[in-house]
């Protein structure tokens, strides 16, 4: 800096200055040229522009003040100014720098704002008077501030806060502390206002900061009245508080009113029309209200069943909110309930019953006891000494009250009792000991077994007439009673009990209880015996059972012994069986004996059944390699003559085929193994192919093959198609074998339609040769024929028809038939179908997506040469190229080896059998397999489809449906694929 004149003395008392001193040109931007070591360690090294516009001091707005603050890094620093001089000075002279604390504290304008803001009164004053009050006081006590200042403030606050407010004020005064405190004042308007204070005084003033908490009190006072309402609330009952605006039409409900509310409501949720229906009925219930009371009580309809109490109060004088509180007293009624219910159970008991306690001081009484008595139901026993003259002997009481409470136990007595009405009972008496808040009492219990005496007595009397009765019944007679205790026990045995468990004269008279019985039950015998009896106790039904007994002197035979019994309830509760047994020994011996025919007639049934299986297998072999051998020469260049023997061939071959088809279908019923399936199919293609099919068998046999079939039937039904075809097949077939150069008339009837079912009526009706009426149900046997000249003139096994009235009863229909020898037969049934819900339509044509049957190579896995060859021939004529594998195993390996559109598998062969091979082929590869056999069983044929083959074809093979099958299966897999 500069020194402009300033001597060295000068600068050094002002450099050494403890106080900030620095001075500054008078024009802009007013350098600082100097200052001393003090102002540069507070402000003059931190400050980068050197200027009074650096400090950002604005030095015409002090040209007429002596001193000046200056802020600079969030601290304020006081200074005095010197302006220049009019002797010709140019700068400015600041001095007298000190920090100042005011940083931090309010403007003069904040300062303003606070004092007059409307959050609190804020006073100054003096002794007992104010000398500043905010405008605050007029919208909290309604007066103008000039109105309370300089006043004695003593008769403004309430008369009974006067004396505290006075103690604080002298107690705090002369402590100099802030004080605390909460008064009532009196504002202009007459009313008292709540007011909070806190009071800071000082030597001869004080500061004070009043709030109006009027609002707070009535809040916290209407608060105390709401939870006083919840002690009014009835017992063991769930209550909850609400508020409710009925200006606003605001409720506020706290949790557990909403706890409440939603168990009553549907859903559980608590919407906005029910809290308007709510605050409806509150309004309506409080305009109600008499304007000088202050609480009222009613109840809240939440649903139709349901309405719940409440107790309510206004906050405020203009009785626009209403508090309350509402309970939910539902527990408390069921428990109520509970309760009565069961006194009323107790009061209304069918046992006669009385509680008294152990001085025979009377507690309860029900009224059967009092009936029997022969009391009025409003009678009242004080004591069980008023009770002595009823009895036979007095004070029986003290016996029965001595003897409870000494066991715990129920101890039972006898009693002759006469009534107030002369009637005499005889009573069975059970006494226990209960206790019971630490009091004891003994229950007593009455129950009337006269009927009981009477029947002993009456058994008794007629014993000796019953006695000669039963000696002369073959077999033993029993009677047998089960008491209320659970006890059985035997109250009656006849003398022929003795022939049957092979029991002495002594024996008998001591054979009482029923577990001596027991013990001479059979082991194995013993759970049917004992659960058949309880089943017929349970169900008061008549007991029948047949069983092993000991019999002899050393009980090591066993002999058979039917039993039988009819119950019956008494009205004490006893139950009584009435039974006899008898020895039914020869009887098991013959059983046992048709047993055993029984079980050689199904051994000789199954031997048939093995028997036919391997007839049809051992048929089916030689007639594959005929078949395969026609189909082969059909193929090749024949004669006229030739072609003549091969239709003749291939004739009986269908015939033997027909015949063998039959006897499996006959195995396959008789096992009861064959299922009619449900899957739709539409009625008039099925008869229309079938009648198709018999058209070359019309016209061979000279017959006239017709179809009249009615409207409506040209629809979509759920049946067994295949079972149906071979039913009509069968029946026109047999038409056309027995009619010659005739008519033979197909007809089908739609009979009714409803909803989803309709019923329809098939008729095969001929003019052939005719069936005798005493024949016409001979027919329908297995294995028959009308006469057995029939078997050699017409052909057949005579199970055509036995088949097709077993297959008709499983399809729920029944055959019919109407014949006249020398004019022809009419056969008819009817079936009912359900309609399917879906229209059959033929499969789309999908392009491109058949695959070529053009050149096929195929694995054929057979081990018999002749069928091999046969079939190979086949396989050629069709075009296509095979392998042959001669067992299982090497089919197996081939697949491995090589790639094969379709997989030709016989069933049986040697080292591995084709279910076998069929199992390991599928576990690495996708290629389509059909099953080739000759057997029938049903076993076999099970097993076929458990192995997932995808098709089967029976030997004989019929090459056209060979053929058909490998195009499936292989158009099924690239349909997948």
């Known amino acids: 800096m500069q020194d402009k004149g300033i001597n060295s003395t000068f600068k050094k008392i002002i450099y050494e200055s403890s106080e900030m001193v620095f001075l500054a040109d008078d024009s802009y931007p007013y350098s600082i040229f100097y200052a001393n070591e003090s102002f540069e360690e507070e402000i003059g090294e931190s400050l980068k522009d050197k200027t009074l516009v650096g400090l950002g001091l604005d030095i015409n707005a002090y040209i007429f003040k002596e001193e000046l603050i200056l802020s600079h890094k969030k601290k304020d620093y006081s200074f005095k100014l010197e302006l220049p001089q009019d002797s010709g000075s140019n700068y400015f002279l600041f001095y007298k720098g000190r920090e100042v604390k005011t940083h931090g504290l309010p403007s003069k304008k904040e300062a303003y704002q606070f004092f007059t803001s409307k959050l609190d009164l804020i006073a100054i004053g003096k002794y007992d008077h104010l000398t500043y009050l905010n405008s605050t006081v007029l919208p909290v006590l309604g007066y103008e501030a000039e109105e309370l200042l300089n006043t004695n403030l003593c008769p403004f606050i309430h008369e009974e806060d006067l004396d505290r407010v006075q103690q604080i004020w002298k107690t705090h005064q002369k402590s100099q502390e802030v004080a605390f405190c909460e008064m009532r004042f009196l504002g202009k308007d007459g009313i008292y206002r709540n007011l909070e204070c806190s009071v800071q005084f000082n030597p001869e003033t004080f500061f004070l900061i009043a709030r109006d908490i009027t609002n707070r ?4 006072k209407n608060d105390k009245k709401l939870d006083s309402l919840l002690d009014k609330v009835p017992e063991l009952t769930k209550s909850g508080k609400w508020r409710a605006d009925l200006d606003s039409n605001e409720l506020v409900l706290e949790l557990a009113t909403e706890t409440i509310l939603a168990k009553h409501l549907e859903k559980g949720v608590l919407t906005d029309l029910f809290k308007a229906n709510f605050l409806n009925q509150i309004r309506e219930s409080s305009s109600a209200v008499n304007p000088q009371q202050e609480e009222f009580e009613g109840e809240i309809q939440i649903s139709e069943k349901l309405n719940l109490g409440y107790t309510a109060f206004f906050p405020d004088k203009k009785r626009t909110l209403v508090w309350g509180i509402i309970w939910d007293d539902s527990l408390g009624r069921k428990i109520k309930n509970e309760l009565n219910f069961h006194q009323r159970l107790w009061v209304e008991s069918p046992e006669a019953m009385m509680i008294v306690e152990p001085n025979g001081k009377v507690f309860l009484t029900n009224h059967q006891m009092l009936e029997f008595f022969g009391f009025e139901k409003d009678t009242e026993i004080s004591h069980l000494k008023d009770l002595n003259s009823y009895f036979e002997e007095s004070d029986q009481w003290s016996e029965w009250i001595h003897s409870s409470t000494l066991d715990h136990s129920i101890t039972r007595f006898t009693t002759l009792l006469t009534n107030e009405k002369g009637k005499q009972l005889t009573l069975e008496v059970a006494a226990k000991n209960v206790a019971f808040n630490d ?15 009477k029947l002993e007595e009456k058994v008794e009397a007629s014993s000796n007439f019953l006695m000669n009765l039963t000696e002369q019944v073959p077999g033993g007679l029993y009677q047998m009673v089960l008491n209320a205790e659970g006890q059985m026990n035997f109250s009656f045995l006849s003398k022929g009990i003795n022939s049957v468990l092979g029991l002495s004269s002594q024996e008998i008279q001591d054979f009482s209880d029923i577990s001596s019985a027991i013990s001479k039950v059979h082991p194995q015998d013993l759970p049917q015996v004992i659960m058949s009896s309880v089943a017929s106790a349970r169900k008061l039904e008549p007991w029948q059972c047949q069983f092993r007994v000991k019999s002899g002197e050393n009980n090591q035979d066993y002999r058979w012994v039917l039993g039988a019994a009819r119950p019956q309830a008494l009205e004490n509760g006893d139950m009584v069986w009435y039974g006899y047994l008898t020895d039914i020994s020869k009887q098991k011996e013959f059983e046992a004996k048709l047993d055993e025919a029984r079980m050689a007639a199904e051994k000789a049934n199954q ?3 093995d028997f036919l299986s391997m007839i049809s297998h051992e048929l089916r072999t030689p007639l594959n390699a005929i078949s395969g051998s026609v189909y082969s020469l059909f193929h090749d260049e024949h004669t006229e003559n030739q072609k003549s023997a091969l239709n003749t061939i291939n004739f009986a071959v269908d015939n033997l085929i027909i015949m063998i088809n039959d006897l499996l279908d006959f195995q396959k019923i008789e096992a009861g193994k064959l299922t009619i399936e ?3 199919f539409n009625l008039k293609n099925i008869v229309d192919q079938v009648l198709k099919g018999l058209s070359f068998h019309a016209k061979d046999s000279k017959n006239k093959l017709e179809l009249h079939l009615s409207e409506g039937l040209d629809i979509a039904v759920k049946g067994d198609k295949t079972r149906l075809s071979q039913v009509m097949n069968n029946l026109i077939t047999n038409a056309l074998k027995f009619t010659n150069e005739g008519n033979v008339d197909v007809k089908i009837e739609l009979l009714e339609q409803e909803k989803n079912k309709v019923k329809v009526y098939f008729e095969v009706k001929d003019t052939g040769i005719g069936i005798a009426p005493e024949d016409q149900e001979k027919i329908f046997n297995d294995f028959d024929q009308v006469k057995p000249t029939f078997s050699s003139k017409y052909g057949g096994t005579g199970l055509g028809l036995s088949i097709t009235r077993k297959l008709l ?3 729920g229909g029944k055959i019919g038939l109407d014949s006249d020898v020398g004019k022809g037969s009419r056969f008819f049934f009817e079936l009912e179908f359900d309609l399917a819900e879906l229209e059959l339509t033929p499969p789309s044509k999908v ?3 058949t695959p070529s049957f053009k050149s096929l190579h195929l694995l054929m896995a057979e081990d018999n040469e002749v ?31 090589g790639k094969f559109d379709c997989i030709l598998m016989d069933i049986q062969m040697p080292v591995m059998d084709g279910f076998e091979a069929t199992i390991a082929i599928k ?3 996708n290629t389509p397999i059909i099953a080739l056999t000759a057997a029938a069983k049903l076993e076999i044929m099970e097993r076929i489809d458990e192995c997932e083959f995808e098709g089967f074809v029976a030997k004989p093979i019929d090459a056209a449906e060979l053929l058909k099958k490998i195009k499936e299966v292989i158009a099924e897999k690239s349909y997948k694929a």
């Open 678 to 680: 449900k899957v739709p």
């Open 867 to 897: 069928n091999s060859l046969v079939l190979g021939k086949i396989i050629k004529k069709w075009g296509y190229t095979f392998e042959r594998a001669h067992n299982g195993q090497e089919a197996v390996e081939a697949v491995k080896n």
């Open 439 to 453: 009091s004891e009492y003994i229950s007593l219990s009455f129950r009337n077994i006269s009927e009981k005496i």
């Open 923 to 925: 576990k690495f590869s």
């Open 809 to 811: 009863n499983l399809m």
């Open 847 to 849: 392009e491109n997506s």
């Open 607 to 609: 031997i048939k059944s």
């Open 217 to 220: 009190i009535i809040q916290s």
